[in-house]
């Protein structure tokens, strides 16, 4: 039988696209059996015979609980549940937890929420222990019980949530008031008439059925065609097979409601059951970065498309994890994985985002050619690689990552100097930081030689002055007959050296230089005469000169040591 093929289009369909992928892989469909990409053809396949028996519902349901479940509120509930067992099972006294009482009342709010009471009522009659639900309800757990019976009702609770349906039912409530709803509404389970009933049925009935009668309808005579793909569809008043796209938010008014944009009235702005199902995937197809929902939308490549908004790809278990990550770094990872596919010309990217509350819209970005460039770039990933690997600084009583920010600056085209300021004054106070500021200059450096090109000579004035910077440290520290990697008594220097570098204050920052030469009698390099005509050179040279006197020598020769 010929295979389904779904074509790539505007934004939200490609990331129903993603969404199908992503759900297929999740659950372990076949990929090259069940579905494959045709890249040549630019085209997401499903073979028809796997599409008439799969149940979609059923699949729909798997995969939201498996991506979005780590992160939504009955995962919160285990999780307070077993750290509450575990403060009682130590017999460290509920007393002495004052968490305790939070997690029981967070606990029991929840459970006697309206969506999980609507939740539970639709499936008391298919799970196991039922009234153990219906005791959190008439006698909540409290502080005031006896250790034991807090312990026992914990326990059963536990174990009453981990039946699947129960943690089916319970995660899909939280998913579709917290996610799902962000990008459609107004119909199945979202529709506010249907709040009370079964979740499956209703998805069932306005999605799955529609999708397999569609599929096994011969449309030779059909004379209606869907907006997003062209696909004959029927298109008489009783037709299930027309769909109105306003249940998709921010895309168009009720259809039913207000006609009046059509031409006589006559509303013929509707998508078949299969684009429908994929707008129902949607929020598979974007990541959930911090507070925002993302979508990279490299139209160029299928593959990318689907490799750069991939889920499957994320270990589960860490899509909490990653829910808190910021944008810049996601935008360095998975743009990590679209430059692996070596496509020959990536032009600019636009980025889809979407604010988790209900009324939030969409915002699109652009990540420019340039920037992709530079985050391609051999040495500027590998800066980037090292600092992934120990991002964080704590500066007085603030902790700054150092590779988001470094990111954040990029895609921003913002120059690091700001940043390398900040790290240099604290490496005054701790010596480790200096390290942080030794990469993200050496980045600065790089991104200045790739946007201009100005490569040999500016490697090679930036190396000297650095030497410079250090041969001078050397010579001050001979002086005073201290060690080499003892600088408590240069500290002010380089303070007063890097504020008057922050505000661009030549005058000052030469006549302390000049000072510091003059003692040592070394000669004055004929750097600071070039940067004296230029502002990105004095910044260059002067970072590179400062991190040379604080020691980025020694610094570095550690780094190489350890690998």
């Known amino acids: 039988m010929e ?39 630019q085209v997401l396949c499903i073979s028809r015979e796997f599409a008439l028996n799969a149940d979609w519902t059923d699949m729909y349901f798997k995969a939201f609980v498996e991506i979005y479940g780590p992160m939504c509120t009955y995962q919160e509930i285990i999780n307070r549940i077993e750290k509450c067992k575990g403060v009682i099972e130590k017999g460290d006294g509920i007393e002495k937890n004052s968490s305790i009482k939070d997690d029981l009342k967070y606990i029991t709010d929840k459970m006697s929420s309206s969506s999980y009471k609507s939740g539970f009522a639709n499936i008391r009659d298919k799970i196991e222990n039922p009234e153990i639900y219906e005791n959190i309800k008439s006698r909540k757990i409290n502080v005031k019980m006896e250790s034991d019976e807090i312990l026992k009702r914990l326990s059963e609770l536990e174990n009453f949530l981990k039946q699947p349906l129960c943690r089916e039912t319970f995660c899909m409530k939280s998913i579709i008031y917290n996610y799902i709803n962000c990008f459609w509404n107004g119909k199945s389970f979202l529709h506010k008439a249907n709040a009370t009933e079964d979740m499956r049925e209703m998805f069932e009935k306005d999605f799955s059925k529609p999708l397999k009668d569609y599929l096994l309808k011969s449309h030779e005579k059909s004379m209606g065609n869907c907006i997003e793909c062209n696909a004959l569809i029927d298109d008489g008043s009783r037709s299930n097979e027309k769909v109105p796209i306003s249940f ?8 039913d409601k207000k006609s009046s944009a059509f031409w006589n009235c006559k509303v013929d702005a509707y998508i078949c059951p299969l684009c429908a199902y994929l707008y129902a995937l949607v929020p ?23 490799n750069s908004n991939e889920t499957g790809k994320v270990v589960l278990e860490e899509n909490a994890r990653h829910s808190e990550e910021k944008y810049a770094t996601w935008v360095a990872r998975t743009l990590n994985t679209v430059f692996k596919l070596k496509i020959r010309e990536l032009n600019n990217i636009p980025v889809i ?16 050619k340039d920037i992709l460039n530079i985050l391609k770039d051999k040495k500027i990933m590998e800066y980037l690689e090292k600092l992934s690997k120990d991002p964080n600084v704590k500066i007085k009583n603030d902790f700054l990552n150092v590779y988001e920010s470094s990111i954040e600056n990029l895609i921003n085209y913002n120059n690091q100097y700001r940043l390398i300021n900040r790290l240099i004054k604290a490496s005054i106070e701790t010596e480790s930081i200096l390290s942080r500021a030794v990469l993200v200059f050496k980045m600065q450096v790089r991104t200045f030689i790739i946007m201009r090109g100005k490569g040999e000579n500016t490697e090679m004035n930036v190396k000297s002055m650095a030497n410079s910077g250090y041969k001078l440290r050397k010579a001050i520290l001979a002086a ?56 990105e050179k004095f910044n260059q040279y002067g970072y590179a000169f400062i991190l040379g006197l604080k020691g980025s020598h020694y610094v570095s020769k550690e780094e190489n040591e350890n690998g």
């Open 284 to 306: 598979l197809g974007f990541r959930l970065v911090g507070n925002k929902f993302v979508f990279q939308n490299i139209d160029c490549s299928l593959n990318a498309l689907i």
């Open 480 to 535: 005073k007959g201290v060690e080499p990697d003892a600088d408590e008594c240069m500290r002010g220097t380089i303070y007063r050296l890097t504020n008057a570098l922050s505000v661009g204050n030549t005058e000052r920052f030469m006549d302390m230089i000049i000072r510091l030469y003059t003692s040592s009698r070394l000669d004055v390099p004929n750097g600071f005469i070039d940067m004296l005509q230029d502002r």
């Open 3 to 41: 295979p389904i093929k779904i074509t790539k289009g505007d934004f939200l369909k490609n990331a129903g696209i993603v969404g199908m992928y992503n759900m297929l892989h999740v659950l372990k469909a076949r990929e090259g059996e069940d579905f494959w990409t045709d890249e040549e053809e």
């Open 353 to 368: 985002l979407r604010g988790t509350n209900e009324k939030d819209g969409y915002t699109f970005n652009i990540l420019h």
């Open 248 to 255: 998709m938010n921010d895309m168009a008014d009720d259809l």
